[in-house]
């Protein structure tokens, strides 16, 4: 990250429903931002292809994949937002989260090794995303992701929350947002000062 340029946070949603609270949540995330950080919602879930080991070379990979490695590569964090599907998160983000988990040429780097993460999600029910928020930390503690413990945002009864187009409303969701997004900045700063440092051959703080 160049300390001279705010901070560049990419956020994936898990939901392709036009209406998802999941995508709102994203949106209200901008909108309530409590820093300077950049939020870039992705846009393209819907057209990664399905996970194929024999095409995930830098000269066979489909270019919307190679393009949202990419985008994974030059953010400073990601913010995901998940709805629960059966228990778990939703085929299509598991998808794209394979996609970016590998580096079999051992030359490109791992997208999401390190990478300071925070996840939350909305749901119709009381519980929320509680169960597709555990699904996908197991996924990050294999990429070794820098995943925000605390808060846990989970949106439950998510339709109570929004108003009629789409705004999020509700104060208590608004201040656990904006306290993952401080979070999430603390971590990016963190790794920031600490790849500073190693740069500079001085120890990173403890």
Request: proline share 6%; no cysteine; charged share 25%.
């Amino acid at each position: 990250m160049n300390a001279s340029r705010p901070s560049r946070i990419l956020a994936l949603s898990g939901s392709l429903r036009a209406a998802s609270h999941n995508t709102r949540l994203l949106h209200a995330a901008r909108k309530f931002n409590p820093g300077t950080a950049e939020i870039e919602i992705y846009e393209g879930l819907r057209d990664i292809p399905p996970y194929d080991r024999d095409l995930d070379t830098p000269e066979r990979r489909p270019a919307v994949v190679a393009d949202l490695r990419r985008r994974v590569q030059e953010a400073d964090g990601l913010l995901i937002a998940t709805p629960e599907y059966n228990y778990s998160i939703p085929g299509v983000l598991k998808n794209a989260l394979d996609w970016l988990s590998t580096d079999w040429t051992k030359s490109e780097g791992l997208p999401l090794h390190r990478k300071p993460v925070a996840a939350m999600g909305a749901a119709p029910t009381n519980f929320g995303t509680v169960r597709a928020q555990l699904a996908l930390r197991q996924v990050f503690v294999w990429t070794e992701s820098d995943v925000v413990v605390k808060p846990e945002v989970h949106v439950f009864r998510s339709h109570e929350r929004f108003d009629e187009d789409g705004n999020l409303t509700d104060e208590t969701t608004v201040e656990l947002l904006q306290e993952l997004l401080s979070r999430l900045q603390a971590k990016i700063d963190a790794r920031a000062a600490a790849e500073a440092a190693t740069a500079a051959g001085a120890p990173a703080a403890a």
